[in-house]
């Protein structure tokens, strides 16, 4: 566990790259729960896999057992994700000090049986609760984007958070299915977040502008909205929020204006992203990079493989159009694929 939650990896060349990989890939094999191999496809539960149940994973001594101690993270639950999720989970689960302290909060377009009993049959010790996400509450706000992906009401549901969680959540820590953590996911949950509503690492050194298109950017009006602030690019995927400040603020309702003016004049290409982007960029509590190292996925047209950078690594993102168990499946893997299939 130690190697893993200081691992760096050295970058130097093409050959440097692959031994880095293939020394993790070996190290991780050591101790996983579900990995490619035992995953099994049901036809009497239609597509959905079956998975090894994992073993119990018990806090440290150090570990308090009050509510207050709880690490609160959602997710979505999906078909598609669904094997992206259970990689996800055991990550977690693995490199926490205090494992019994996470608790799931799971989002669903629908009430799914069969998606709840995977999670109950893998993970029999872990604490979640699924939810309800009404596709309705994004109906009519969601534009055409360059993937078809980013169009799915349940991409949308992370702006919904404060409506949904209880009112005794205070904090969240969302995550996307598509990642893998080795790290203790408490370190992220406990950033200070000062007065910010969301903590998440922040991308200076990204082109922001490409991120809006030309009739955003000659509209006079709505090239001032950043005004004031120094926007940064950052990932919805990874994200620490201040679910009261949230509710105070009535972010859903900023976001979901600017959902509601891309539907009648068309200022970016992306899904979710860009109306977070427009309320939020230039006024987030940034976060070490070393907690979104994402991109693995590629771009969203082709998904082509790309290098992780060098430097720490506390999280792996394939965010992108190529996920790492479709691309794994058939026998055309990029290198960082074999860190999530060890598994």
Known sequence: MALWRTLSIP????????????????????????????????????????????????????????????????????ENYLRGTMAAVLSMLQHSTCPENLYFHFLCTHSHVELVSSIQSTFPYLNFKIYRFDSN???????????????QPLNYARIYLADIL????????????????????????????????LAAPEYCQANFTVYFNHAFWSDQKLSKTFQGRNPCYFNTGVMVVDVDKWRRGWYTKKVEEWMT??????????????????????????VDHRWNQHGLGGDNFEGKCRNIHPGPVSLLHWSGKGKPWLRLDSSKPCVVDYLWGSL
Not at 35 to 57: C, D, M, Q, W, Y
Not at 177 to 194: A, G, H, Y
Not at 273 to 285: E, H, R, Y
């Open 261 to 286: 003016f891309q539907k009648k004049k068309r200022i970016y290409h992306l899904g979710s992203l860009p109306p977070f982007l427009l309320v939020l960029a230039g006024n987030i509590k940034p």
């Open 137 to 151: 509450r994004v109906r009519g706000k969601i534009s055409r984007s360059i993937r078809h992906a980013l169009d």
């Open 11 to 78: 970058i130097a060349s093409p050959l440097g790259l692959i031994l880095s990989f293939l020394f993790i890939h070996f190290a991780v094999t050591t101790n996983v729960a579900i990995r490619v191999k035992t995953i099994i496809h049901n036809p009497s539960s239609g597509n959905l896999p079956v998975f090894k149940e994992a073993p119990a994973f018990r806090n440290g001594d150090s570990c308090g057992s009050n509510k207050s101690d709880l690490i609160h993270i959602a997710m979505t639950l999906d």
């Open 166 to 197: 209880p009112a005794d959540v205070t904090r969240v820590l969302y995550l996307d299915s598509d990642l893998v953590v080795f790290d203790d996911v408490k370190k992220l949950w406990d950033v200070d977040m000062e007065d910010k509503v």
